[in-house]
């Protein structure tokens, strides 16, 4: 069974810096692209970051670029969110999710999410 | 980017009848569609993707449709636990790109 454990989150002040982490477990890890997807309270989803199976390709969405870094960890099975120059408009709840393939594909799993908040 | 407009925002339907949710894609993204459920306080769980293919564990009563730009999502017969919102997203090119979503409410 998938299992996508999502952690790091909590409460930042504007322009400070959070690194989330996601342990998977019930895949190949370096099988599977992973990515990090948002949601805003009360509002829709919005992906922010994408990485390959074997970490050679990053892709993220011009919201964030420049600000965020996803990267993964095949020894830990981890994927991480680096996360700098946080403004109010990041709050929202952050997804780590499996995609179906190597470099592309679906969201196949997705895990609980964790909070992020940027508030004074 | 590709804008996924899901319509109507809002669908009202009794338990037991037919729903049927929209998603066009601003422009053409063949067959990379998957259609996800979000129920309160939960994560998205994957229904369909390929458009048509059901996830392992979706009932039936679950299918979708479509190519290129139109894509539809069919619930046959609405059970308690299907009310939620739903959420389209296209794959097929960058940025990955999801619907504003369909909320579908018990009538």
């Known amino acids: 069974e998938v299992q996508l454990l999502e952690s790091g989150g909590g409460l930042v002040q504007p322009g400070g810096s959070l690194r989330l982490s996601c342990a998977a477990s019930g895949f190949t890890f370096s099988a599977y692209a992973m990515g990090w997807v948002r949601q805003a309270p009360g509002k829709g989803l919005e992906w922010v970051s994408a990485?390959?199976?074997?970490?050679?390709?990053?892709d993220h969405a011009d919201s964030v670029k420049g600000r965020f870094t996803i990267s993964r960890d095949s020894s830990q099975n981890t994927v991480y969110l680096q996360m700098n120059n946080l403004r109010a408009d990041d709050t929202a709840v952050y997804y780590c999710?499996?995609?179906?393939?190597?470099?592309?594909?679906?969201?196949?799993?997705w895990g609980q999410g964790t909070l992020v908040t940027v508030s004074s | 980017e590709i804008v996924m407009t899901q319509s109507p925002a809002t669908l009202s339907v009794s338990p037991g009848e037919k729903a049927t949710l929209s998603c066009r894609a601003s422009?053409?993204?063949?067959?990379?569609l998957a259609w996800y459920q979000q129920k309160t306080g939960q994560a998205p769980r994957l229904l369909i993707s390929?458009?048509?293919t059901r996830a392992t564990g979706i009932p039936a009563r679950f299918s979708g449709s479509g190519y290129g730009t139109e894509f539809t999502l069919t619930i046959s017969s609405l059970q308690s636990e299907d009310f939620a919102l739903y959420y389209c997203q296209q794959y097929n090119n960058w940025p990955l790109t999801f619907g504003g979503g369909t909320k579908v409410e018990i009538k």
């Open positions: 990485i390959t199976g074997t970490g050679s390709a990053t």
């Open positions: 422009q053409g993204v063949t067959s990379n």
């Open positions: 999710a499996k995609r179906s393939a190597e470099s592309y594909g679906h969201f196949d799993s």
């Open positions: 390929s458009a048509s």
